[in-house]
């Protein structure tokens, strides 16, 4: 089993900046996928970000040249760097975490969810 917690949600301002922090713990292996997915009240999840081991990375279209994904493979974190925020990315964030990189940014399906953290931005 793998527990991820995440951290670092909360209330933003339009074109404001918030960062997610996610922390792996468990039976952890360094090459897995490590990704972040939202869901929006009334809507689907979706995949915001994806990395793998060795940093390569994946991006919704949504998510290109706005928002950062970064892991540290020693501290067993991923982390969403956030900017040009706006209202429509309020949503519940996700970190999430799977055996194959590939599940996460090709199927966006993954083995492990952390509980969620709320992202709202106001106009």
């Known amino acids: 089993q793998v527990q991820l917690e995440e951290s670092g949600g909360g209330l933003a301002q339009a074109g404001g900046s918030l960062t997610l922090s996610c922390a792996a713990s468990g039976r952890f292996f360094g090459g897995v996928g490590m990704g972040w997915f939202r869901q929006a009240p009334e809507k689907e999840r979706e995949l915001v970000a994806a990395?793998?081991?060795?940093?390569?990375?994946h991006y919704a279209d949504f998510a290109k040249g706005r928002f950062t994904i970064s892991r540290d493979n020693t501290k067993r974190t991923v982390a969403l760097q956030m900017n040009s925020l706006k209202p429509e990315d309020t949503a519940v964030y996700y970190c999430?975490?799977?055996?194959?990189?590939?599940?996460?940014?090709?199927?966006?399906?993954?083995?492990?969810w952390g509980q969620g953290t709320q992202v709202t931005v106001s106009s």
């Open positions: 990395i793998n081991a060795g940093g390569t990375t």
């Open positions: 999430a975490v799977a055996a194959l990189y590939s599940n996460l940014a090709v199927r966006g399906q993954a083995d492990y």
